[in-house]
C-alpha cells in the first residue's frame, strides 16, 4: 500500500510516527483500524486525494 505514495514522492520518513515501524510493514498482514484510517488521511492531506477517492479506494 505505500509503495505507490512513495512513487509519487513521498519518503519513507513520512510514514515513521505510526505506531507499526515501516520497516515492519513487509512482514504483516493486517494493522489497527485506527493505524489504517490514520494512514489513509495522511495520504490524501500529502497527495492531495479527495475523501471521495479515498472512500471508494477503501470499498475496493
Known sequence: MLNCPIEEGMSREDFMDF????????????????EFLALHEVLAETLGVSQQTVSKIEQS
Open 19 to 34: 505506531s507499526t515501524p515501516i520497516i515492519s510493514l513487509d512482514h504483516l498482514q493486517v494493522v489497527s483500524a485506527e
